[in-house]
């Protein structure tokens, strides 16, 4: 499976961004797919992880009520709708995808293929 991530940029406080992150070489049935985020001189943060097939969602505590994660399963695509955007979000926000259970979804080790990153920005 390969991940490929875009939507990233600069975007002010109180703003919107919506990422994408595109799968192919693989079949995502038997996946979760999630975001992860690490901003400079931070540990790889947990943001949100959804069930490829039969649903199930994730978040972390720091996005709860401000991103969703969602999928379109015919485009093999998931994204990320972050809203309320704070300067705190700022980070390489990253997309990844494991076959570990919906307990272990917060741990970046339990993830098998991961994307490239992709930089977003809130200004204050």
């Known amino acids: 499976v390969q991940l490929q991530a875009s939507g990233g940029g600069l975007v002010q406080a109180g703003g919107s961004l919506r990422l994408s992150c595109a799968a192919s070489?693989?079949?995502?049935?038997?996946?979760?797919l999630g975001w992860f985020r690490q901003a400079p001189g931070k540990e790889r943060e947990f943001v949100a992880a959804?069930?490829?097939?039969?649903?199930?969602?994730r978040y972390g505590d720091s996005v709860k009520g401000r991103f969703t994660i969602s999928r379109d399963t015919a485009k093999n695509t998931v994204y990320l709708q972050m809203n309320s955007l704070k300067p705190e979000d700022t980070a390489v926000y990253y997309c990844?995808?494991?076959?570990?259970?919906?307990?272990?979804?917060?741990?970046?080790?339990?993830?098998?293929?991961w994307g490239q990153g992709t930089q977003v920005t809130v200004s204050s």
């Open positions: 070489r693989g079949t995502l049935s038997n996946f979760a």
């Open positions: 990844a995808a494991t076959m570990g259970p919906f307990s272990t979804w917060a741990s970046p080790t339990q993830y098998r293929y």
């Open positions: 959804s069930r490829w097939i039969g649903g199930g969602t």
